[in-house]
């Protein structure tokens, strides 16, 4: 399943990164292929998918998020 098509307040685990422009910068924020996820809110109308990986939230778009597979 990819991040842009999960539920909300769901725990998840990264089970990969598809290789793309930006996968580096998913990288940097921790979100690397065994990192559990926490979806926390995913923004209507195509907007941004909130997200808890360990201490820190971060938002990402739902274009970047359609690029991170989750178990």
């Known amino acids: 399943m990819k991040l842009s098509n999960c539920q909300n307040n769901t725990q998840y685990t990264v089970k990969e990164v598809i290789e ?3 996968d580096c910068k998913l990288m940097e924020y921790g979100i690397i292929p ?24 971060i938002a990402i778009r739902k ?3 359609s690029y991170i597979v989750l178990e």
């Open 20 to 22: 793309c422009d930006f």
């Open 34 to 57: 065994g990192a559990n996820v926490l979806v926390l809110n995913k923004a209507p109308f195509n907007g941004p998918v909130y997200l808890s990986i360990g201490t820190q939230r």
């Open 63 to 65: 274009e970047e998020a």
